[in-house]
């Protein structure tokens, strides 16, 4: 299990304040045939991600169904421009079994909720900061709302904070605002993190 960096801390402490972050609360799942959730594979998370959801569904009285597409990566890798396992098309695969589970033949499920985490392994791996995972995250959205723009797509970024000074382990599932990532983008971002995601940012 990793460690979150300094970096990947700060700017989740940033997106907090700015309210990009926001607590999880029942109304926002709004998921009366279940959730289809594309989550990374981590067995560390997992548990901890799942009864979040199962949480927020029973406070809702929502059923608690979740139908489970897991991948090292989670939902980023539906993100066209994505680095993990290009080679093998996972984007395409995630998003033919998204249209599956949507579709009244198998399930019949109007609710996908994408999850990315920090820190990630697999994101790790392909030298990615958590600002890179969140912008993915916002395209993945993007892509799975166009499968069908009557769906319900909610997005979510768990953080495991690790062990605190009082030997407790602090996690957290955010739910992510694309309108206030937008915003904040457009007013502070840009010129705090824009490199990262290869934009031109102002001169000091």
Known sequence: MGRLSTFDREVIGILREENVLQDGEAHLLESPTGVIVVACSDGDQMPDIF???????????????????????GAMLIAPDCPLYRAFHVD?????????????????????????????????????????????LMRAKARVKAIDMTNRVICFVHVDYGNEGNGSHRRRTYFMSAAGWAEFWNRQGHELWGRLLGFPVSAS
Do not use: F, S
Not at 51 to 73: F, I, S
Not at 96 to 120: F, M, N, S, W
């Open 92 to 136: 395409e695969l995630l998003l033919q079994h998204i249209r599956e589970a949507e579709g009244l033949d198998l399930k019949g499920i109007g609710t996908v909720v994408l999850y990315v985490h920090a820190p990630c392994g697999a994101a790790g791996l392909a030298n990615l900061t958590v600002v890179n995972q969140l912008d993915m």
């Open 51 to 73: 009864d979040h959801y199962r949480d927020l569904a029973r406070a809702g009285e929502w059923p608690v169904r979740p139908h489970m597409l897991c991948l090292h990566g």
